[in-house]
Structures are given as C-alpha cells and as structure tokens.
C-alpha cells in the first residue's frame, strides 16, 4: 500500500489514538490525565501509548521510579496532527452534529469559536476540489503512474 | 461516543474509504473508474460505496439500465473531505514517506506543489498548538465537561 493518505489513515484513524493525540494535545501527558479524560480501560491505553511512541508521535520520560512511572511528550510529529484533527472536528461538527457539537475549538486568546480553512501557503489560496491536482512524487511506482494518478486525475 | 472527531475518524478513519473519496476527488465516479485506480476487491468496493452513499457521502444515479450501472457523486458533505485529505497527505509525506512520496498536490493552474497550512478565517492566524482551545459545545454532556474538557485544556 503506498499510498500516504493511506499510511496516515492506518496511524491516525483509529478512534483511541486520535482521543490520545487530542488529550496530549490540550495538555494530557502523565498516565492518570489521559485515563480522566478517556474512559479507556488501562491495558489498551498502555498498549496505544507504547504504539504511539514506537511510531514516533510521542517520546516517554520517567518521571518517578517507584512506582515506576512515565510521562508521554508529544514529539514534532504528534504536535502536527493537530490540523488534521481540527479540520476532522470541523467537518465532523458541520455534517454529523450540527446543532449539537460536544465541542468547539476557539482562539484561545478571543474566545472566538475558529472557523478553520485549508490554505496553500504558496499561493495564498484555498485548497479546494478541483484547485489542486496530485501528481506522482519521487516514489512512485509505475502502478501507480498508470492508474492511481491517470488521464481522469483532475489539472 | 459523543466526540465529533472519533465519529470522523470512524468515517474517514478507514484505508479504503479514504482511497475512495481520493479517487473520487480526483475524478472517478464510475464503479470500474475506482477499480481502475485501487486494487480493490469488487465486493469490497460495492459495499464501501453503499455505505459511503448510506452516510451521505455520495449521491448515487443510474446512467444505464442493460446492465445496470450506477454513478456515484460526491454530495458536498464528500467534497468537503478534501482539506482533510490534503492535510493528511502533507503530514504523511513530511513524516512517514520524506525522501520518496509516492505522490504530491499541486496547484492546479501553477503546478508548484501546495504547502497546505490550516488558519483561523476569523483571525487569518495559522492553527497551532497552543493557540486554539476546545471547549464544550451546545452538546457537550457533563461528563465531557468535567473530563475531556476539563482544567488541563489549553486556553
């Protein structure tokens, strides 16, 4: 599978690791945060905390020896999920919730609820259907010249 | 499970509807267009594109009859998956495929690759850690608002 959509699909799009990633990303980083905030039984959390490390979104300290115990850094990566999540959370709360979003992302210097747009930072503009095009990257293989980025690939 | 963003990742969160939504768009509409471009069991991708349809993703119409052949649209719920694609797209290719991305956006008049950046239409502020808050929305319960959203969160 070479597709990186797909790559970032298989870490992120699992429900448990994007509830880890947003509690990390309010504040959440010692073993006991992310249990209050998660109703996740405590042998799947290790378990997605020990995966999410190995994959890199976090770095673990010991913060106390006994009892043993960790504290889990969100690493570069893990902190640039977070425009992933929140345009998830926007889109989420616009077709699958719309008058009754369990939350809303705000400035946190305003208050005001964020209304988040994807722009090209190259060109100053949206990114929309139809404004972008995909084509093949460095690793491409031929498979996927052929058909993944053919003749009906929008340009 | 009330958060909008774990309600998302179990949308979006799955390797094959991911590649569907890519492919359509970028162009596909027709049932043998995404076989074409995924190597993708054809029972596999019947059902996907059900569900997808069921959840609002796509509008389905008949374009013949003998044999019967469906298209399937994307509504505008489906389009706007597409910041989420992208976001997903540059995040992977900086941190899980660096030196050899099977593929890359482009601006679809220039062709320079996009550099997708998340900002605040309300400030014009870039989306970064830090600078936005969450905090309970109208269908917030009082358990999320003790926990999830409770006195860790950033603001």
Redesign the interface.
Same mark, same amino acid.
């Given at each position: 599978?070479?597709?990186?959509?797909?790559?970032?699909?298989? *870490?992120? &799009?699992?429900?448990w690791n *994007?509830?880890i990633l947003?509690?990390a990303?309010?504040?959440?980083s010692r073993f006991a945060?992310f249990q209050?905030? *998660?109703a996740i039984p405590s042998t799947t959390l290790t378990r997605r905390l020990d995966a999410l490390t190995d994959q &890199?979104f976090f770095s673990r300290q010991r913060y106390e020896e006994r009892p043993p115990r960790n504290e889990y850094q969100?690493t570069e990566?893990g902190?640039?999920?977070?425009?992933? @999540?929140?345009?998830?959370?926007a /889109?989420?709360?616009? /077709?699958?919730?719309p $008058?009754?979003?369990?939350?809303?992302?705000?400035?946190?210097e305003?208050?005001?609820?964020?209304?988040? +747009?994807?722009? $090209?930072?190259?060109?100053g503009?949206e990114?929309?259907?139809? &404004?972008?095009? +995909? +084509?093949?990257?460095? &690793?491409?293989?031929a498979r996927?010249r052929r058909?993944? @980025?053919?003749p009906?690939? *929008?340009?």
């Open positions: 599978m070479e597709c990186t959509i797909a790559l970032a699909a298989g *870490l992120l &799009g699992d429900g *994007l509830l947003r509690s990303l309010f504040g959440a945060e209050d905030r *998660l &890199g969100l990566m902190r640039e999920v977070l425009p992933i @999540l929140v345009a998830m959370g /889109w989420a709360g616009k /077709w699958l919730t $008058d009754c979003a369990p939350f809303e992302f705000v400035d946190s305003t208050r005001r609820q964020v209304e988040p +747009v994807l722009i $090209d930072r190259v060109s503009k990114i929309r259907p139809g &404004g972008v095009a +995909v +084509v093949p990257g460095p &690793g491409a293989s996927l058909t993944v @980025l053919g009906l690939s *929008l340009g």
